[in-house]
């Protein structure tokens, strides 16, 4: 298994803190996507912000068509999370 270098949730401060507060607000944890996009916080800030726009909010889409969407994605690239 590989293993990438990541901020753990007790070592967060600053505006990581806020950033792994806020998903645990979302979704009761932090993924470990965003966790690995912790050495670069303005990336995940940024990358984050896409995905609530794009996933969260009202769009052409409908949120069981995102989902689904979203699922299908997921399971050809054989990716679980």
Avoid: W
Avoid at 55 to 77: C, D, F, P, Q, W
């Amino acid at each position: 298994m590989a293993y990438l270098n990541h901020t753990t949730e007790s070592e967060a401060t600053g505006a990581l803190k806020r950033l792994y507060d806020a998903a645990c607000a979302r979704a009761g944890y932090v993924a470990n996507i965003i966790k690995v996009m912790s050495l670069d916080v303005p990336t995940a800030e940024a990358s984050i912000q896409f995905y609530v726009r794009l996933m969260k909010s009202e769009n052409a889409l409908g949120k069981a068509r995102k989902e689904m969407l979203a699922t299908v994605v997921s399971n050809i690239n054989d990716c679980y999370y």
